[in-house]
């Protein structure tokens, strides 16, 4: 039996990951479940599951949880200290799935007790990247990526040497507004950008892939995890979502990872490793598809890739910046502070302004570093916010 724990067992990839495992109870033994609002689904899972313990990131949710795990016999916890806590529970595989900067110190704190960190949250490697891979090699923690991106490059990447790629592509569908025309941009709305056309996912990150945040992201992932140059990595659009990503080597030869959009795929790969067993997904026709098709990324419709570019570049903490930034910068377009357009905006000033204090780019990369640099950018976010605002 391997014991697993799930942190945001009640979002897209933690679902996806309690599907996996329900399907083979015998074979898991379940420490720890997390999660923030959906008490319900929390103490659902928490019971069928038989976990040890249930966390919600939410102290004024405690009693609901309690309530609604009565007599089951699974503990119940909150806030910030208990997640830690939890994270710190041995456990052999564990999956990190909360969104947003809130993955980074939970998904430390796996590393150090050593588990295998089945890696959804991308937010963490964009913030501390040196820090994640630091934390798994002094402990003897593995990291895996389940980003269907990255999986896709690490697969491709099997018995490989690292030495001999010459570059990697990732593919981007384009999200929502891939073919809109761009003048038509500034005036989308929230319900627009929160349907994707191929995945099925979080509305934080299907907004991030109608404006290529999330490949922007994605691009800072994959220099972070496979420690490449930032001028071999690029971005394709491929609106099919059928290849995830390609490797390039120096023969010419390039390594397509295909499949279907189920991140089921990327998750039962991380389960499974090194092995590969049966997974419930779709098996491709491809002569159904008929054809597959890639388009240049435009920087223009997409600045966000322009912003990563320069994210890489500067490295240091400018990931920490970007992507606190990013986070109030959609936050102020769901709450309708912002238009689509206006996001970049943000993050660009932040950058800007930031990154040209030397002190805060070159500080150690320390968990409380990147939460001081992560509040500061934050805080001037908000600011560029209310500065277009008024
Ligand atoms: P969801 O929004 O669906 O789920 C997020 C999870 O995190 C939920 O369990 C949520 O709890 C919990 N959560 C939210 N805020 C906090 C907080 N402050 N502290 C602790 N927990 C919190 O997101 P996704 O599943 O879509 O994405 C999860 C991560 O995986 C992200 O980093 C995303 O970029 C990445 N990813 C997602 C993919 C996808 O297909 N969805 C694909 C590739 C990467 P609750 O719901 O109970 O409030
Ligand atoms: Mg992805």
Redesign the pocket.
């Known amino acids: 039996m391997r014991s697993v724990s799930i942190?945001?067992?009640?979002?897209?990839?933690?679902q996806?990951t309690i599907d996996l495992i329900a399907r083979d109870p015998e074979a898991y033994d379940v420490v720890a479940l997390?999660?923030?609002?959906?008490?319900k689904?929390?103490a659902h899972d928490a019971r069928r599951l038989k976990a040890d313990i249930a966390v919600?990131?939410h102290e004024e949710l405690l009693p609901d949880l309690r309530a609604a795990l009565d007599g089951s016999g699974v503990e119940a916890a909150a806030g910030a200290k208990a997640?830690d806590e939890a994270a710190g529970r041995p456990a052999d595989w564990v999956m990190s799935?909360?969104?947003?900067a809130?993955?980074l110190a939970p998904g430390l704190r796996a590393l150090e007790q050593g588990a295998t960190l089945a890696l959804?949250?991308?937010?963490s490697l964009v913030c501390a990247g040196a820090l994640m891979l630091k934390m798994a090699q002094a402990n003897k923690a593995r990291l895996l990526p389940?980003?269907?991106e990255h999986s896709a490059v690490f697969q491709a990447l099997t018995g490989e040497d690292i030495a001999s790629v010459e570059r990697i592509i990732i593919t981007a569908s384009g999200g929502a507004f891939r073919d809109w025309p761009i003048e038509k941009l500034a005036s989308a709305t929230l319900a627009e950008a929160s349907s994707h056309p191929n995945?099925?996912?979080?509305?934080?990150?299907t907004i991030?892939s109608a404006s290529m945040f999330?490949k922007a992201?994605e691009l800072i992932e994959t220099k972070e995890f496979f420690g490449v140059e930032s001028s071999s990595i690029e971005a394709l659009v491929h609106p099919e979502s059928l290849i995830h990503a390609m490797v390039g080597f120096r023969d010419g030869a390039l390594m397509a990872h295909v499949g279907p959009h189920d991140?089921r795929h990327?998750i039962g790969f991380a389960l499974h490793w090194p092995m590969r067993k049966e997974l419930p997904v779709e098996r491709l026709d491809l002569a159904a598809i008929g054809q597959l098709t890639f388009r240049a990324p435009c920087e223009q419709r997409w600045p966000a890739l322009r912003l990563a570019r320069e994210v890489m570049e500067t490295g240091g903490m400018a990931g920490a910046i970007f992507n606190a930034s990013k986070e109030i910068a959609l936050d102020g377009f769901i709450d309708g502070r912002l238009r689509f357009t206006e996001m970049a905006g943000i993050v660009e000033d932040v950058l800007t302004k930031l990154t040209g204090e030397s002190d805060h780019i070159n500080a150690t990369m320390t968990l409380d570093n990147v939460a001081q640099i992560d509040h500061l950018a934050r805080i001037e976010a908000q600011a560029s916010i209310n500065k277009r605002a008024g």
């Open positions: 942190f945001g067992a009640t979002g897209s990839i933690g996806n997390t999660g923030a609002r959906n008490i689904q929390l919600t990131a997640l799935a909360i969104v947003g809130a993955g959804a949250n991308k937010e389940v980003d269907s995945w099925d996912m979080g509305q934080r990150i991030d999330n992201m991140m990327a």
